[in-house]
């Protein structure tokens, strides 16, 4: 298993979710940010603490923890 050791979960903050260590964000948050911010220049204007590796840990913790499930999307009419 991988260690993710930008990550901590802790029931006292945010509700004990996944988030970047020393932070509020969570990692859902980040994966939203970056799905929002077509410019990485913008999101580090809207989160200056968030760094390069804090990102990668959580798209890797996210990847870790996804269920190699099939999920039907419905297509655009």
């Known amino acids: 298993m ?3 050791d930008r990550i901590s979960i802790d029931p006292a903050v945010m ?5 970047i260590k020393g932070t509020r964000l969570t990692i859902k948050r980040v ?5 929002e911010y077509p410019n990485h220049e ?3 204007k809207d989160y200056p603490q968030l760094q ?3 990102v990668r840990q ?5 990847a870790a923890n996804l ?5 039907e999307l419905r297509t655009a009419s």
């Open 31 to 35: 994966l939203l940010a970056l799905a």
């Open 67 to 71: 269920d190699d499930e099939i999920t």
């Open 15 to 19: 509700n004990g979710q996944p988030c």
């Open 58 to 62: 959580a798209l890797a913790y996210a």
């Open 42 to 44: 913008e999101l580090r």
């Open 2 to 4: 991988r260690e993710f």
């Open 52 to 54: 390069d590796d804090d």
